[in-house]
Structures are given as C-alpha cells and as structure tokens.
C-alpha cells in the first residue's frame, strides 16, 4: 500500500527516469518469521502460504539488492517514466518446497503448521505492534488464492 501511493506521488516530480522495482515474496521471511521455533530440539516452521502446494513468487534479498545495483552502473535508459519492473526468482515456490528445504538445511524433520487466513491476526499479533497487524492481514491475503493481486 505504501508503495503503491509512493509510485503515485514520485511519478509527478520532474525526474527525468525513474524505476520502480516491485520485488515478489521475500525469500528470507521463511526464517525471519520463524526465528525462535525453527532452532529448537524440535524445529518448527510456520506459514501463512496457504494452501500448501500455493505456488508464489518468490526473490531472494540478495538478488534484489545485486539487481538495483546493476541497474544503478546501467547505461540503460528505461522506455517509460515511471518504469515499473517486478523481481522475481527462477520459479515459483509453495509452503511444501520450504519445508523440504529445512528438512535438508537442518538434516532433521523440521514441523510445519500453517496458519489459515482467518489465523493471521492472531499469528501477526504475537510479535508485531497492533497498528501493523491489520496492515500485514491485508498484505498476506492480497497474494493468496482469491486475493486482489
């Protein structure tokens, strides 16, 4: 949402080129989100990709920060202003290829357990500050099935 209104109000400046990039599902929120159960005698995963065989694209932090830096050497020019581009990995992943990534990361049989739409405000609410849960509801539901994106 905050992107979306930033786009809007930067594409009225008189900069000459501008570039949006609009990087999909980051990889990384797999173990940001899942810091302090995934590093116990019994490893556990959550996710709010749900179903579970849900393909998403996804992009690595690394990628994305590789990808803005060779836009910034670039010679060039884009065809449009603003240019809107989106960043995404190799192919789209499910909750099911995350969970088979621990199990091989960590060579053990790590848990999943998926939080249903109707589950995210509880999930969000355990570690995030009030005024934001709503915000991350709305932003996980808009990339599952059914959702606006």
């Excluded at 949006?20 to 990889?27: G, K, N, V």
């Excluded at 709010?48 to 010679?75: C, H, K, R, W, Y």
């Excluded at 999943?112 to 932003?139: C, I, K, N, S, T």
């Amino acid at each position: 949402m905050t992107n979306n209104r930033a786009e809007k109000i930067l594409a009225t400046t008189d900069v000459p080129e501008m570039i949006f990039l609009r990087a999909a599902y980051f990889m990384e929120n797999w173990t940001m989100s899942n810091a302090t159960t995934l590093f116990t005698d019994k490893p556990l995963i959550y996710t709010v990709l749900t179903p579970l065989d849900f393909e998403l694209a996804m992009v690595a932090v690394e990628d994305i920060g590789a990808n803005l830096a060779q836009g910034l050497i670039s010679s060039y020019t884009p065809p449009v202003k603003p240019y809107v581009f989106e960043l995404h990995g190799p192919r789209s992943y499910t909750s099911k290829d995350a969970h088979a990534a621990f199990n091989e990361a960590l060579g053990t049989e790590v848990t999943m357990e998926a939080v249903p739409p109707e589950g995210l405000a509880d999930y969000f609410g355990a570690f995030l500050p009030p005024d934001d849960v709503p915000l991350f509801v709305d932003m996980t539901t808009s990339y599952l099935p059914g959702g606006v994106m």
